[in-house]
């Protein structure tokens, strides 16, 4: 199995400018979840799915779209980007039957700088 | 709202010893799951051990373990014999229904450094 993968690992935008971060799992993971990573601030919520056509803002949902056509793919909007979405994004899925442990698996992360 | 505190933000250990990671959280739920994951320079998110707030016993994995203090609301993570690789940031998070899906609620972490 790939886990939990991510495309692209490195990207930068000019302010205004739109795009799509990828993020895909092979494990059958109904939960799918994306994350932004600051300094000091540690992992913030921006997104959730709880399967497929089911999605929910997290804590910082603001700037970003979402989609769940299928369980395997859950890709992150950034319809028009701005310096202050400069940051390290992950992607995560888990299991949600209910004797599962609730621990997420991560993607390796796609750092974004905006210009 | 769900927060988890990790009070030191820097940590650093000899090679070979013992040190502990400080975390407390706060909820109103009863059923619940503790993580602590490990993020080395490479970015990836580890993880590193996890509890369940139903079991008293405390979690073992190899040179990790953790004290879980429920009425406290603390859960700390001990790396014994710690090496080299040990060095990364720590996250400690954890996981209620109260948020609506178990969502992970993150701390801050801990940049953990193992000195040679």
């Known amino acids: 199995n790939a886990g939990v993968t991510q495309t692209p690992k490195f990207q930068v935008l000019k302010t205004g400018q739109s795009m799509t971060l990828q993020c895909a799992q092979d494990?059958?993971?109904?939960?799918m979840s994306w994350y932004r990573q600051d300094p000091g601030m540690g992992l913030r919520l921006i997104h959730y799915s709880v399967g497929a056509g089911i999605t929910d803002q997290g804590e910082v949902p603001n700037g970003y779209n979402v989609s769940r056509s299928t369980t395997e793919d859950f890709p992150l909007r950034l319809l028009s980007a701005a310096p202050s979405q400069t940051s390290v994004y992950f992607c995560?899925?888990?299991?949600?039957?209910?004797?599962?442990?609730?621990?997420?698996?991560f993607g390796p992360g796609t750092r974004l700088t905006v210009t | 709202a769900q927060t988890v505190t990790q009070s030191q933000p820097e940590m650093s250990v000899q090679e070979a010893e013992t040190v502990t990671l400080s975390c407390t959280y706060d909820t109103s739920e009863n059923n619940y799951y503790l993580f602590w994951y490990k993020q080395p320079p490479s970015r990836q998110m580890i993880l590193v051990i996890r509890?369940?707030?139903?079991?008293?016993q405390n979690a073992t994995e190899n040179r990790f373990s953790v004290n879980f203090q429920k009425a406290a609301k603390s859960f700390s993570l001990k790396i014994s014999d710690s090496q080299l690789g040990d060095t990364a940031m720590y996250f400690c998070?954890?996981?209620?229904?109260?948020?609506?899906?178990?969502?992970?609620?993150f701390g801050k972490g801990t940049k953990l450094s193992v000195i040679p």
């Open positions: 995560a899925s888990r299991y949600t039957g209910t004797s599962g442990s609730y621990e997420q698996y």
């Open positions: 494990m059958n993971h109904e939960y």
């Open positions: 998070a954890f996981a209620d229904s109260g948020a609506g899906s178990y969502q992970l609620t």
């Open positions: 509890q369940e707030a139903y079991k008293q």
